[in-house]
Nanobody, 129 residues
Framework: QVQLVESGGGLVQAGDSLRVSCVVS????????MGWFRQAPGKEREFVAA????????YYSDSVKGRFTISRDNTESTVYLQMNTLKPEDTAVYYC??????????????????????WGQGTQVTVSS
């Protein structure tokens, strides 16, 4: 059974930075593509960023491109989301997810939550104005 545990969320001010982490256990971490999604109150879960198994392919949503950076450490079974220049509209519960996508998968496969079979419990990020 694959388990994902997020950490690093919190309350910050607009313009601040924050890094959230997700540790994966139970299976070989490098056999999964990883994604970050977020969900704000009253809204649907939305794609934030994704990274391929070997870290060579990365996708971002337009709303975070240039501000957020996804990375992974396969030796530590951890995926990170570095968030800079945070805005109040970034306030949400952030979830990491693991999926079977490969280097041959297209962007749409990485960005759809339906393609991820394992999810963490989420970590709250609140950005005050």
């Amino acid at each position: 059974q694959v388990q994902l545990v997020e950490s690093g969320g919190g309350l910050v001010q607009a313009g601040d930075s924050l890094r959230v982490s997700c540790v994966v256990s139970g299976r070989t971490f490098s056999s999964y593509a990883m994604g970050w999604f977020r969900q704000a109150p009253g809204k649907e879960r939305e794609f934030v960023a994704a990274i391929s198994r070997n870290g060579m392919i990365i996708y971002y949503s337009d709303s975070v491109k240039g501000r957020f950076t996804i990375s992974r450490d396969n030796t530590e079974s951890t995926v990170y989301l570095q968030m800079n220049t945070l805005k109040p509209e970034d306030t949400a519960v952030y979830y990491c997810a693991a999926g079977p996508m490969t280097s041959y998968s297209i962007r749409a496969q990485y960005t759809s939550p339906r393609n991820y079979g394992y999810w963490g419990q989420g970590t709250q990020v609140t950005v005050s104005s």
